[in-house]
């Protein structure tokens, strides 16, 4: 039997993906409640609603297969694990998603491949349930943390009410104006501290890829230069 299942499923090397944070990360408790929402979504009848929806839009041909159901059951645990209900935002990359999730799949050349993980995302966004957009930055020449947002779609297919999301959205800007008010900081709006995680994500980026970036630099200019004279470098310094 297990010789079958490993020759049905040789087109990937984790046909049982199961989402594992990482040893000592916790979360809030909305996103535990969503977790538990969402343990076997892809077998429910609204998803099968969901996706016979997007089929009468021309969006889907059939029911995925088994395989990609069990890769959205997968990440959609680390997508609630990581949601921040404030910004209404998951906080996290989707490689290191793709990687928790166990969607990750790295070739001998030690090249790492999400492919099973970004399929997942793109067939969630077309069922309305969430946003997916990647964006380019120019100035550091890499694309910065994809968006990705719960849609009303998907709170209501996990029979999560609105106001459950409301009152986990106020319990946060309540947590931040306590944690501002430690730090001798004036209390923010709640528009404000939405705008202001949206920036942080972004902004710690950018900066990151800036500091690698900045050593990269300086590591192809140190190999360049061990093979130069003193004198070569200081002539060059003068220019």
Known sequence: MTDLQQTYYRQVKNPNPVFTPRKGAGTLKFCEKLMEKAVGFTSRFDFAIHVAHARSRGLRRRMPPVLRRRAIDALLQGLCFHYDPLANRVQCSITTLAIECGLATESG???LSITRATRALTFLSELGLITYQTEYDPLIG??????IT???ALFAALDVSEEAVAAARRSRVEWENRQRKKQGLDTLGMDELIAKAWRFVRERFRSYQTE?????IKRARTRRDAGRERQDIVTLVKR
């Open 150 to 152: 719960f849609t009303s």
């Open 212 to 216: 690698l970036k900045s050593r990269g």
């Open 109 to 111: 050349a030690g090249k």
């Open 142 to 147: 890499c694309y910065i943390p994809t968006d």
